[in-house]
């Protein structure tokens, strides 16, 4: 699978996440897409959990549960694996 269908995929599950629960997903688009990126970048789920923290910390001044950060943070990891390119 290339790349862009892998960031497709990802954009997706982090989109459906919607931990805000904002009536308009799109409203937490920008953080989507930094978490997104901390994905790419940490590539270990405690390490990107705590990304995930921080994005919505920063954006929201909301301290999300680490618990559902790391759920969300494996389901990532466990995507990225499943469609690296071979």
């Not at 790349?3 to 931990?19: M, R």
């Not at 997903?25 to 970048?41: C, I, N, Q």
């Given at each position: 699978m290339s790349n862009n269908e892998l960031n497709i995929h990802l954009y997706q599950?982090?989109?459906?996440?919607?931990?805000?629960n904002f009536d308009d997903p799109t409203m937490g688009d920008a953080e989507v897409y930094e978490m997104m990126d901390a994905v790419h970048h940490y590539g270990e789920p405690t390490e990107i959990a705590?990304?995930?923290?921080?994005?919505?910390q920063f954006s929201f001044e909301v301290s999300l549960p680490k618990d559902a950060c790391l759920q969300k943070a494996r389901e990532a990891v466990q995507l990225q694996q499943s469609c690296e390119v071979i």
């Amino acid at each position: 699978m290339s790349n862009n269908e892998l960031n497709i995929h990802l954009y997706q599950l982090l989109a459906a996440w919607n931990p805000m629960n904002f009536d308009d997903p799109t409203m937490g688009d920008a953080e989507v897409y930094e978490m997104m990126d901390a994905v790419h970048h940490y590539g270990e789920p405690t390490e990107i959990a705590e990304a995930f923290q921080q994005i919505f910390q920063f954006s929201f001044e909301v301290s999300l549960p680490k618990d559902a950060c790391l759920q969300k943070a494996r389901e990532a990891v466990q995507l990225q694996q499943s469609c690296e390119v071979i």
